[in-house]
Each structure stands twice: as structure tokens, then as C-alpha cells.
């Protein structure tokens, strides 16, 4: 793979994390309409939907770590400091659509407190395939030495740390009773109802 290939890759697969996290605010936005009309099958549907968006960008962000760590620090990683952005702390935090997504999650985290029982399957699947995104984000970051090196926008802390302290953060947006189960619910046999 030669570097202008690995640029292309990077940028291509954060374009599509982009546009996915673009469809989980409307998938969201919808999914807090069926609630407040009590249609509570198909906010199932909305949140089912979210999950599958998220194992997507989970998917991206794999596709984001797949060239060497050499070609991320020589190459690509430059391209994300001074003077190729106007920022020293340069991060995807910064786009619009993360901070709506944030302002999003925030809102409807009172609809997670009082989630009807019968929703919590799909509420499960959605926590888990958040799980999953983070752990694709934090293998990739492992990759090319974020679990001993500084992210750009807190060089004091570990990138990897950086991402742990997101994950709970955003954890306790989606699932504030702290109720998901363990294990996989993507893998299960029940049907959801």
C-alpha cells in the first residue's frame, strides 16, 4: 500500500464515520418522536436501526486502522497538526456533527431513565454496539501508539486513556440506570419484541 493510499483510506473511512454518525441523529431524533407519541414499536425499530449504524461505523473505523503504524505517523498524522489545520489540538470532537450528536444524546437521556421494559432488548443492542464502536476506535488508536503517546488534543494523557474517559462519559448518556446486561445481545435468540 503506498502512503497516498493510506491518506485516501484515512480520510475516506472518516467521511463515511461522519456520514453515519449524520444518520444516527436522525435515527435518534426519530426514535425520541415515537417515544413521546407512544409508539413505543417503532422506537424499537429507531433503536435497532442505531445499533446497526453503530456496528457500521465501528466497521469504518477498523477500515481507518488498516496500513502500517509507520505510514500513520510519517504520513497521516501530520496532516492532522499545525500547519495542514489551523488547530493545536486538533480532533474529530471538533466536527459539527459529533458535537449534535452530543447534544442529541444529551436531550433524550431522560427517555433512557424511563424506557418501557419492552424496549430494553434493542436498548441492550444499542449499548453494546456503542461498546463496540469504542473498542474498534481504541484498537486502532492502540495501532499507531495511542496507548503510550498523547492524543493531539491532550498530549498530557494517553490517547487510549483519552478514549476510556469518553466511552463512560457517553455510557452514562445512553444507559443511565446503568441496567445493560452482559455478553452480546447481537447473538441472542430471543426475538425482540
Not at 16 to 23: D, L, P
Not at 105 to 134: D, E, G, M, R, W
Request: a neutral charge.
Amino acid at each position: 500500500m503506498t502512503n497516498v493510499e493510506a491518506i485516501e483510506i484515512w480520510q475516506k473511512s472518516h467521511w463515511i464515520f461522519s456520514i453515519y454518525t449524520q444518520c444516527l441523529i436522525i435515527c435518534l431524533r426519530r426514535f425520541e418522536n415515537e417515544i413521546k407519541v407512544g409508539n413505543v414499536n417503532n422506537a424499537g425499530i429507531e433503536l435497532e436501526t442505531a445499533a446497526e449504524l453503530m456496528l457500521a461505523s465501528a466497521r469504518a473505523m477498523e477500515l481507518a486502522g488498516s496500513f502500517s503504524q509507520e505510514v500513520f505517523q510519517n504520513q497521516v498524522r501530520p496532516l492532522m497538526m499545525p500547519p495542514n489545520v489551523k488547530s493545536e489540538d486538533f480532533s474529530a470532537l471538533m466536527h459539527w456533527d459529533h458535537a449534535h450528536l452530543m447534544t442529541v444524546l444529551k436531550t433524550i437521556q431522560p427517555l433512557y431513565k424511563a424506557l418501557p421494559v419492552s424496549l430494553q432488548p434493542q436498548h441492550n443492542k444499542f449499548i453494546s454496539a456503542y461498546k463496540v464502536v469504542c473498542a474498534s476506535h481504541k484498537t486502532v488508536c492502540q495501532k499507531f501508539g495511542g496507548g503510550e503517546a498523547g492524543s493531539l488534543r491532550a498530549p498530557e494523557h494517553t490517547a487510549v486513556d483519552m478514549l476510556d474517559k469518553f466511552e463512560r462519559n457517553r455510557l452514562r448518556l445512553i444507559d443511565p440506570n446503568n441496567q445493560a446486561g452482559g455478553g452480546c445481545p447481537f447473538h441472542s435468540n430471543k426475538s425482540s419484541e
